[in-house]
């Protein structure tokens, strides 16, 4: 596996830092949860809980030991400097400032092992007027205008159903960590790898970031239509919805003989993607006046077999039991000691000579508290007094 | 930069490609994006387009080299097989198969260069039952749950207003490549990595699939609810929406402080979040109650200082101009030669010690063909024959 022997030294709860860091497993890291004695990462308790396990913390900490570490005590930090003198990355999502008045700021991190890569995930950035705000996926989804984009024309700004900006802030984390070894690896020297939940989803604007910044004129949502592509959209079969997607003109002509509406090539409304932006309800009401004379299956068949995208609105029951899903193992059943079976989704990122395993299931709270001490040179009466007082 | 002397060859169009090659050439790689002599990407041509350049494309394809190169033509064929040979890297997202209609299938790049490792990106992924199938953002979006998840309760399934599916699978790509770098540095030899739209999004669904697997149950659209936390929203201020985001019980009572609505901590109704998912409309009818009594800016401070996480619905101007989007450089200004300034969203990574940088602008078609040709050993006399038979 690729970043075998990695040692991650992880200090983060909830989503973006957790979700960073089964990256770093998935791919073969030694990654050290540090959890707070008393209960761990708060998502132990969220999500639907089976058998005392909740499947969402199982998804986000596979691949990971636990150690139960309380950073409150002086000895407790004691301990955390010990395992960072070994690491190779540390990874937080405090607020900024935390780990300064933990006594692990940047400056005492680089005493401690000047070779460690430190990623600090933040919801605004290190420094700067909101750097002192809580963060929370929403508020980022909100400032960041995510929101004014996402939604039905006229009505309200909306959300995504995703913790988007934690996931994208954590997944640039994991690809900024390794960035960062590749650095490390070539001409030494650790440093910050820093990631904020706004830089992130503000990096995703693509098309919408770029118009806008060219034109200064604001994009309008524009629900299931493609503000920049016609036809395009969901369309009514005989016993459902399908969605189709002709992504140029070459695609449009395909569209066109599939359907046998061939004699619309010539016609002045649809000849070009602006002429039918124009004229979209005009053309996607000829197409629907096909589509729905037959299945969706139909359409789906003969669509692809003419090169046109094309496919079903899929449910996550449908999603899950997809032939081409579970082909790609998207979900993947793994036993949990104690909880019985627990499944999760897959591997997004498949290499074919050190492939991504599942080699641990998630830990129970502090299940390796014990092991990892132990491999820091702690010995047996050192441990149990730690647990006497409190601090494991 | 951590990427300096990695040489990616870039055979990608449109999106997640170009995002995944550009993200590598922000980290330092020498990206060297093959485009076809007639009009290279797509994208070229997309979005808003000012003094002959396309602003979605300036952003795609900063920091990278354009050499133009016919890929249907033997001796267009034998440059490639140069590039290759001495390049770290190739990425492409054609459909599966035409890689090895090509003449470049995994054996043949193989025995090229066995150190190369070989991205390949597809919608549904290598192969199974729809690898054949035309991919496209939208289609993506449908067929993976994503739409079932995204738009307002008892409204039709949504379509997320940025190219999702696209977006992750390149940066899923980008972490993949640089996670195979470092298991070459470390134990020699190229691979394959596999990144689908598909999975991309499908690995982002968290707690969504999380709940499904455990329970089977399926989720609805919630719009700007959230299934598992209340209260949670945009609420109404005085001149305008704000939104709130109390994520536990322990900022929940921060919230009720800082609205002067301590008395309802002990109110029975929402002494949980679980009681408060119960009683939603009532929870949040009280918080309106309050927040329209003063103006947003108002909340936005008070709130904050209290530990909630609390913020504006921005749109495009609002975020462009926001003082902790400007402070983290998210907005980039560069001269483009012959197309004037040109702006675009900046670096979501920032390692301190071996920053991101702007290095070079988008490229012109073929503006380092002769360069990256001349590197390769070739003399002007061959590039000229290649350049009168439509080669470059």
Same mark, same amino acid.
């Given at each position: 596996?690729?970043?075998? =022997? ?10 973006? %830092? ?13 990654? #050290?949860?540090?959890?707070?004695? @008393?209960? =761990? ?6 999500? @639907? ?32 400097? /010990? ?13 900024? /400032?935390?780990?300064?008045?933990? %006594? ?40 960041? /205008?995510?929101?004014?984009?996402? %939604? ?5 700004? *909306? ?9 994208? !802030? ?17 001409? =030494? /020297? ?10 992130? #989803? ?21 629900? +299931? ?12 079969? &005989?016993? $459902? ?24 090539? &010539? ?29 969706? !299956?139909?359409? #789906?068949?003969?669509? +692809? ?5 094309? =496919? ?11 032939? &081409? ?6 979900? *993947?059943?793994?036993? &949990?000691?104690?909880? %019985? ?11 074919? +000579? ?7 299931? @998630?830990?129970?709270? $502090? ?12 010995? !047996? ?12």
């Amino acid at each position: 596996m690729p970043l075998k =022997g990695i040692v991650v030294v992880d200090l983060t709860r909830i989503i973006s %830092g957790p979700f960073c860091t089964a990256l770093l497993g998935d791919m073969g890291a030694e990654v #050290i949860k540090i959890e707070s004695p @008393a209960s =761990g990462d708060p998502l132990r308790a969220q999500g @639907a809980v089976k058998n005392g396990l909740s499947w969402y913390y199982a998804l986000f900490n596979r691949n990971k030991k636990s150690v139960c570490l309380n950073l409150r005590k002086d000895e407790g930090k004691q301990v955390l400097a /010990g395992l960072l003198k070994r690491a190779d990355v540390v990874v937080e999502n405090f607020r900024p /400032g935390v780990m300064d008045k933990m %006594g692990f700021g940047r400056e005492r991190l680089q005493q401690i092992n000047p070779e460690l890569i430190y990623s600090a995930i933040t919801g605004f950035g290190p420094d700067g007027p909101y750097a002192q705000r809580p963060a929370f996926d929403f508020i980022a989804q909100a400032m960041s /205008g995510f929101m004014s984009l996402n %939604g039905e024309p006229g009505q309200r700004p *909306l959300r995504d159903p995703l913790p988007i900006t934690d996931l994208i !802030a954590g997944l640039y984390s994991a690809f900024g960590i390794v960035c960062s070894l590749v650095g490390r690896i070539r001409s =030494g /020297g650790g440093e910050q790898v820093q990631t904020a939940m706004m830089d992130g #989803i503000i990096s995703f604007f693509s098309y919408m970031s770029a118009n806008y910044l060219a034109t200064e004129k604001l994009p309008e949502r524009s629900g +299931n239509d493609h503000p920049i592509v016609a036809p395009y959209g969901i369309f009514k079969a &005989q016993d $459902g919805d399908v969605a189709i997607a002709p992504s140029n003109d070459i695609i449009y002509a395909r569209l066109l003989e599939a359907l046998g509406l061939e004699h619309l090539g &010539q016609d002045p409304r649809f000849v070009t993607n602006e002429s039918r932006m124009r004229h979209r309800s005009e053309i996607n009401a000829l197409i629907e006046e096909k589509t729905c004379t037959r299945p969706k !299956a139909y359409w #789906i068949e003969r669509l +692809n077999a003419h090169g046109v995208p094309c =496919g079903l609105i899929q449910n996550l029951a449908e999603v899950f039991s997809d032939p &081409q899903v579970l082909h790609q193992q998207m979900v *993947l059943e793994t036993e &949990q000691p104690d909880c %019985g079976k627990v499944k999760m989704t897959g591997f997004p990122v498949k290499l074919t +000579n050190r492939p991504c395993r599942l080699r641990l299931p @998630a830990p129970a709270l $502090g299940e390796h508290t014990e092991e990892v001490l132990l491999n820091l040179g702690l010995d !047996a009466a050192r441990i149990a007094a730690l647990k006497a007082g409190g601090v494991i």
